[in-house]
């Protein structure tokens, strides 16, 4: 993880870490970097969601592009995989979003995908970050080489829209109630519907610029868990702030999580013979979803937390469906980054052909209670806390206690000063138990 790129992209509150002069910084840098060997006048993507923060940003990151002499296009508001999808289908040579996905409006981020709609390697993000802090690396045009900047909004929706249409056909007959997130999926998600011809309720979806994610959204599911229960639906779909991640809600006003959607496809896609190998989840993934694929006969990989490894390791083995339990769900037969849309029109179609509830498909799917626990710990030290005796000692002991039915894992933030211990498995007393006790041996081992 560079100075300025985290797990997904660069982030901070607008106008104090993520400031307009960054943003210029930011598409000057990235337009310099993946431009550098073309022949031709790059094009660069621009997509975002519905921050209040995002039109100053849009501004700000367009001109640091053009300035680099490559022409800005400006997508407007449209969910993040639209814009993967887009920059791969129309041959731009990079696409860039300015989103914070679930986080708070005040808060903002740049992410950045390649030519081949994916998030940039390691080696791409340092060199952008160089060129950040030093642009003395690259040197604006001038003349008729400054780029320009380009709309294309509403061709660009609708465009995405019969794309993940094209995923599902018709499901006539479902009665759905979908929460935009008061975010990007607001564009698109009542043309999606409507053309999908099932019967649908939309809440959380008159974005005002500050609303996005308040109290809704793959993050506050208990409003859609509400509606569902009060109504008559055969399935709730929350998407987040830029609609790259989907949860459900079943027909009794239960939360369907990532692992139980990518169990439920997993099984779909096995029975018509379209399922490339396995399914690549985390190693947050529960043991529930795990038991299911074995007993399924269907192999299960587990990458570090974030969907830019699970993709890597699907493509690395060829695999087509992969994702998270937070409801990143990757499917790559259609889509080269976690998809919400795509997600929820891939479920309703599984579940208008099964013909059962959707309580009955995601109860198939265990799931075992886990318990997480933040441990304050040195930043210094985060990353070595799980090879200390006394927390070796720990988990072989939880280990034993659990067996084949649950686990400990103990792994560092990503960006904080935190150790993360989960602990699973399928008496919740004795999860909630064996985290307290995991977590206490930790905070005695640094309090010293």
């Known amino acids: 993880m560079g100075k300025y790129f985290g797990t997904d992209g660069i982030r901070g509150v607008a106008n104090q870490e993520l400031t307009c002069t960054l943003a210029f910084k930011a598409g000057f840098a990235a337009a310099s970097v993946l431009t550098k060997e073309l022949s031709h006048k790059a094009k660069i993507y621009i997509g975002r969601d519905t ?7 849009e501004c700000a990151l367009a001109a640091g592009i053009c300035a680099a002499g490559a022409d800005a296009v400006l997508l407007g508001v449209i969910p993040t995989p639209a814009v993967a999808y887009l920059t791969v289908e129309h041959k731009a040579d990079a696409g860039i979003v300015i989103s914070a996905s ?9 992410k950045i995908f390649g030519s ?10 340092a060199a952008v970050e160089a060129l950040i ?18 709309p294309m909004a509403h061709a660009a ?8 249409a094209g995923a599902a056909g018709s499901l006539k007959g479902l009665h759905i109630v979908v929460d935009c997130a008061n975010g990007a999926s607001s564009r698109t998600a009542p043309s999606l519907f409507q053309r999908l011809e099932c019967e649908t309720d939309l809440i959380f979806c008159q974005p005002d610029g500050i609303n996005i994610n308040t109290g809704c959204g793959s993050t506050h599911m208990e409003a859609l868990c509400k509606k569902v229960r009060e109504g008559s639906y055969d399935l709730g779909v929350a998407f987040d702030g830029d609609a790259d991640r989907c949860l459900l809600v079943d027909e009794k006003g239960e939360v369907i999580d990532g692992d139980q ?34 007993d399924k006969g269907i192999p299960m990989a587990a990458t570090k937390v974030g969907d830019r490894f699970v ?11 992969g994702g998270e339990q937070s409801g990143h769900v990757i499917l790559t037969d259609h889509a080269t980054t976690g998809d919400g849309e795509l997600t929820a029109v891939t479920f309703l179609k599984v579940l208008k052909e099964s013909g059962k509830k959707a ?42 206690v659990f067996g084949e039915n649950g686990r400990i894992l103990i792994r560092p933030s990503g960006t904080e000063a935190l150790v993360r211990v989960m602990v699973e498995g399928q008496d919740e007393k004795l999860v909630n138990e064996m985290a307290q006790k995991a977590a206490k041996v930790i905070e005695e081992l640094y309090s010293k």
Request: aromatic share 4%; glycine share 10%; net charge negative.
């Open 51 to 57: 921050r209040i923060s995002g039109d100053m940003l």
């Open 311 to 321: 993709l890597e390791q699907m493509q690395k083995d060829g695999w087509n469906l």
């Open 261 to 294: 959607i990518m169990g439920v496809l997993a099984a779909a896609l096995k029975k018509q013979n379209k399922l490339k190998g396995g399914v690549v989840a985390t190693v947050m993934s529960n043991l529930g979803l795990k038991n299911f694929l074995k």
């Open 116 to 125: 081949n709609g994916c998030k940039l390697s390691d080696e791409l993000e």
């Open 102 to 110: 679930h986080n708070p409006f005040e808060h903002n981020g740049i």
């Open 359 to 400: 309580s009955v498909l995601a109860g198939e799917i265990a799931h075992y209670p886990q318990k997480m626990i933040n441990v304050p710990v040195p930043n210094d030290k985060k990353k070595t806390v799980a090879e200390q005796p006394e927390v070796q000692a720990i988990s072989q002991e939880i280990g034993e």
């Open 133 to 150: 802090d030093d642009p003395s690396g690259a040197s604006p045009v001038t003349g008729g080489k400054i780029g320009r900047v380009q």
């Open 157 to 164: 929706c609708d465009e995405y829209v019969a794309h993940v």
